[in-house]
């Protein structure tokens, strides 16, 4: 059996990703943008403050983080063993 996608809420996500050094920025609504600056370039992240977030929404996320931050580092997050 594989690893399997955890159920994260919104508030859950932005605390792991503030531990790789992203702020919040922003809200609009339930939508919270998070920021980081990297080598002179923000790097954005958008997540819906919901409880949970849907899996294909939290998926999406992970996508978007791995553009800025490795996978393997963001797997053990988002993934039970």
């Keep these: 059996m ?19 050094g992203f702020i919040v920025h ?20 958008i997540v819906p403050n919901h409880n949970p977030i849907a899996k294909g929404t939290l998926k999406g996320i992970l996508n978007q983080a791995s553009k800025y931050i490795s996978q393997s580092e963001l797997l053990q997050h988002f993934y039970s063993k």
Aim: charged share 25%; aromatic share 2%.
């Design 26 to 45: 922003d809200q609009t609504g339930s939508h919270i943008k998070l920021r980081r600056v990297m080598l002179g370039m923000n790097q954005t992240l």
């Design 2 to 20: 594989g690893a399997k996608l955890k159920a994260l809420s919104g508030k859950d996500i932005i605390k792991i990703l503030k531990g790789f």
